[in-house]
């Protein structure tokens, strides 16, 4: 089975897992990951969520008030949540298809609000 790619097609966003293609609810496309740096100062990121963006906020909204609500306010503040409809298809593919790449992703983004 091929591994799951975003696409566009007449101007809307799918989703293609295997023979299944969804299609994303105004072109709105969400990710959800941790991101910390370990005590070396190394950047770390776990993608664990993707898709159309209302499923993955209201997954992203639990389970950061299940970590406050266990005390767990560290694990709270790595999760982060990101939505677009102007998706890079290449960049989104690479952050659901490559180890840590949603880490280096994010980084980018910091760089680009910092001005670097």
């Keep these: ?3 799951p790619e975003y696409f ?3 101007g809307q966003v799918y989703l293609r897992h ?3 293609v969804i299609g994303m609810h105004d072109n709105l496309v969400s990710v959800c990951f941790s991101y910390w740096r370990d005590e070396d100062g190394k950047a770390c990121a776990v ?3 993707h898709g159309q963006s209302e499923w993955v906020q209201k997954w992203y909204n639990d389970t950061v008030a299940t970590y406050r609500n266990a005390g767990y306010d560290d694990m709270a503040e790595e999760l982060h949540h990101i ?3 102007e998706w890079d ?3 989104l593919n690479k952050i659901i298809s490559i180890c840590d790449y949603v880490g280096r992703y994010y980084e980018s983004l910091l760089d ?3 001005g670097e």
């Design 1 to 3: 089975m091929n591994p």
């Design 8 to 10: 566009e097609e007449y």
């Design 18 to 20: 295997g023979s299944e």
């Design 47 to 49: 993608l664990h969520k």
């Design 83 to 85: 939505s677009s409809r």
């Design 89 to 91: 298809l290449e960049e």
């Design 112 to 114: 680009e609000a910092d």
